[in-house]
């Protein structure tokens, strides 16, 4: 097989899906964007599904090298939640069909759309977690029970998610994240 064609196949998919979603894109769009015959694309996958597949798994791991990377960068914890809260939208934004899949319910009964979901969530999760460790080995921060606070920190940022659509690419993005920042680290308590 040659790993060329098929490279051609996903990065056009991936454009078609992301303007027109999965449901409208046709294998006959496909083939006609990237320049192939739809035979050639039935010879490397076996239909739209399967493609659809490759380029959420593909972003999938776009966006986790991602954030590795900007993370990697900050020295500390706090810094390292801050830049992982906002290279994670940042990608969401950019890489719209790994956003569908997971904000898109007509797209759950998929198989393979609850097993990205789901891959991805767990790795959301233990990132926040990983981080949230190396702080309270510092002693920086003071959590009681680590698995409930890393998904809560991801649940919330969920929440952000859903105004990316009606609002447009990140209207408030630095408030939001400074506001849910200090919701985070202060608390809402009265001091």
């Known amino acids: 097989m040659d790993k060329k064609k098929r490279t051609i196949i996903i990065n056009a998919a991936r454009g078609l899906f992301a303007r027109f979603g999965f449901f ?12 192939i015959g739809k035979a050639t694309i039935y010879y490397y996958f076996n239909g739209k599904e399967d493609v659809f597949k490759e380029v959420v798994e593909e972003e999938r791991r776009i966006i986790t090298e991602k954030i590795k990377e900007v993370i ?11 830049a992982f809260f906002q290279k994670r939208l940042e990608c969401l934004n950019e890489l ?20 990205t979901r789901q891959k991805y969530l767990n790795w959301e999760i233990e990132t926040v977690s990983n981080i949230l460790k190396e702080g309270i080995n510092q002693g ?3 959590i009681k029970d680590l698995k409930v606070t890393s998904y809560a920190i991801v649940s919330a940022l969920k929440g952000l998610e859903y105004a990316l659509p009606v609002e447009g ?16 680290f202060s608390g809402i308590l009265k001091k």
Do not use: G
């Not at 894109?25 to 990237?34: F, K, P, Q, Y």
């Not at 990697?72 to 801050?82: A, F, G």
């Not at 690419?169 to 985070?184: G, H």
């Open 24 to 35: 409208k894109t046709t294998v006959d769009e496909i083939a006609r964007a990237a320049r």
């Open 169 to 184: 690419p990140f209207p408030d993005l630095k408030q939001n994240l400074d506001n849910l920042i200090e919701i985070l």
């Open 96 to 115: 719209s069909n790994m956003y569908a899949i997971l904000k898109d319910e007509a797209l759950a009964h998929y198989n393979f759309i609850e097993k």
């Open 140 to 142: 920086i921060f003071a």
């Open 72 to 82: 990697e960068k900050e020295e500390t914890p706090p810094q390292k939640l801050r």
